[in-house]
């Protein structure tokens, strides 16, 4: 079974216009998946029902809910390790020279999903650096509600702490749940997470000292790409950086970082204006 051409039609638009994630038709498999669990939810028979509904009713939150089914919330504790190795060896000591009179940092997640990125840069932060004194503030944002009500709880399965946690780090920083595992009260008191679309009005404001945009672009046109990449642009202090994912470039799209490699790993520095 496959999704009817019409009703994926109807479906890649919504998405594309809610979140600019393009889905090709191709991903028709990918369109069935994910929305068969909410059509099961939802009481409904089929995808073609869903889409009925969506048509008539217009209906802002069920519109919201196969727009987050169809987000990919795939990530893991310090994935790919290089953009960290970056941060430590060489991001993190030259902020603490140049930030030295205003005593702050400030470091954004900005498709933090599940939270594993933000609180592997918090552990990073807290293991590596003295940063008493210093007002250190750790934020992540994703479009998708229900990811950012996971990262809040700092709740995650045995196979997800499995996913690239040192044991050193779990037994620091987590407690057991049953057969799961909870941030302890410390971590989760150093990040805080929101919902933000990367097209919609943005609640952050600068100076931003890092921001990890990883593993998001992706899913966007060049078009929408160049449109973040330059808002970002504005946010970022004089000399920060942006972290892509290990498939990701500004090159070809925007002119406004330049290519650095730090500890092994490519990141792009601001570059004025
Ligand atoms: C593959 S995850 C990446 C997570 C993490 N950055 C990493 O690299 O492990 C991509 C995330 O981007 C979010 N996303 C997709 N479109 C978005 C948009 N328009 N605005 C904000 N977040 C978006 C998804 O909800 C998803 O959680």
Redesign the pocket.
């Known amino acids: 079974m496959s999704v009817a051409e019409a009703d994926f039609t109807y479906i890649s638009d919504l998405v594309g216009e809610k979140?600019?994630?393009r889905l090709r038709p191709e991903k028709n498999y990918l369109v069935e998946a994910r929305l068969l669990p909410l059509v099961k939810d939802l009481g409904m028979a089929s995808i073609g029902d869903l889409v009925v509904s969506l048509r008539l009713k217009k209906d802002r939150t069920l519109e919201a809910k196969v727009v987050?089914a169809m987000?990919?919330?795939?990530?893991?504790w310090f994935?790919d390790n290089h953009p960290f190795e970056a941060l430590k060896k060489g991001i993190i000591p030259e902020l603490l020279q140049r930030n030295v009179v205003r005593h702050s940092i400030r470091i954004w997640?900005?498709?933090?999903?599940?939270g594993?990125?933000l609180l592997s840069i918090a552990m990073l932060l807290d293991t590596s650096f003295d940063l008493t004194g210093w007002k250190v503030d750790l934020f992540g944002?994703?479009?998708?509600s229900e990811?950012v009500a996971k990262a809040r709880t700092g709740h995650y399965s045995g196979l997800e702490v499995n996913r690239g946690l040192p044991v050193t780090l779990l037994v620091r920083y987590f407690e057991r749940a049953g057969r799961d595992y909870v941030a302890n009260e410390a971590l989760r008191s150093m990040v805080r997470f929101d919902q933000?679309?990367?097209?919609?009005p943005w609640t952050v404001r600068g100076p931003v000292d890092v921001v990890?945009?990883?593993?998001?672009l992706i899913?966007?046109d060049i078009d929408v790409k160049r449109r973040i990449l330059e808002q970002l642009h504005s946010v970022i202090a004089p000399g920060g950086y942006l972290v892509l994912?290990a498939s990701e470039t500004t090159l070809g799209i925007v002119d406004c970082y330049e290519p650095v490699t730090l500890a092994g790993s490519l990141v792009h520095r601001k570059k004025e204006r």
């Not at 997640?109 to 599940?114: D, I």
């Not at 933000?196 to 919609?200: D, R, S």
């Not at 990890?212 to 998001?216: A, G, P, S």
């Open positions: 979140s600019a994630i987050e987000t990919t919330n795939e990530t893991s994935r997640s900005a498709a933090s999903s599940t594993q990125e944002t994703d479009l998708s990811v933000m679309n990367l097209i919609g990890f945009l990883r593993n998001v899913y966007f994912g």
